[in-house]
T-cell receptor
């Protein structure tokens, strides 16, 4: 299957700083990328949907000024957690669908990023 | 809107025993159905998916699932589990008109004991 690379796999940052997480589709073009957040022992909660070249669509309750999403190319989307606080500590996962995918086409997932804010 | 309910949060089972992980969904529109597996501190790997056609879907690692439209269910089964199947399993749906957006169930922790 197609490969989605997420970087970094883990990061520790100080409270008040910003952290950028990258999501790359390595062998296909991704018009749509999704960002999820997962708390321990819980399910994945969709944060936002990003489409290449346009603004991201955020789910209800997600602060778009805090979680900045950029999808500047067909192979890269970034999530920036701004002014991070300990409650932002979580596992963040991205997924990507290929350019010509139909609605049921598989979305490929990155390996996730463990963010710890101290 | 769509929702997914995984009826069991934890399923302990002995090695080589059969297992069924239950999933029910709710949707006012047609959906695609998926099962994913997640190992600790990793992303998700697709086990299988139902798009259309035969209601019995076979996936990787010996797993299969059956789509039952009347019962709005998509239960995952494996006739004989291995220790290596120990992981978290997520059922997910994607509405036909939602551009691939996945809604996940709460997850089922499968624990295979020797």
């Amino acid at each position: 299957g197609a490969v989605v690379s997420q970087h970094p796999s883990w990061v520790i940052c100080k409270s008040g700083t910003s952290v950028k997480i990258e999501c790359r589709s390595l062998d296909f073009q991704a018009t749509t990328m999704f960002w999820y957040r997962q708390f321990p022992k819980q399910s994945l909660m969709l944060m936002a949907t990003s489409n290449e070249g346009s603004k991201a669509t955020y789910e209800q309750g997600v602060e778009k000024d805090k979680f900045l999403i950029n999808h500047a190319s067909l192979t890269l989307s970034t999530l920036t957690v701004t002014s991070a606080h300990p409650e932002d500590s979580s596992f963040y996962i991205c997924s990507a669908r290929d350019y010509q995918g139909l609605g049921g086409t598989e979305a490929f997932f990155g390996q996730g990023t463990r963010l710890t804010v101290v | 809107a769509q929702s997914v309910t995984q009826l069991d949060s934890q399923v302990p089972v002995f090695e080589e025993a059969p297992v069924e992980l239950r999933c029910n969904y709710s949707s006012s529109v047609s959906v695609y159905l998926f099962w994913y597996v997640q190992y600790p501190n990793q992303g998700l790997q697709l086990l299988l998916k139902y798009l259309s056609g035969s209601t019995l879907v076979k996936g990787i690692n010996g797993f299969e699932a059956e789509f039952n439209k009347s019962q709005t269910s998509f239960h995952l089964r494996k006739p004989s589990v291995h220790i290596s199947d120990t992981a978290e399993y997520f059922c997910a749906v994607s509405a036909h008109n939602q551009g691939g957006k996945l809604i996940f169930g709460q997850g089922t922790e499968l624990s295979v004991k020797p």
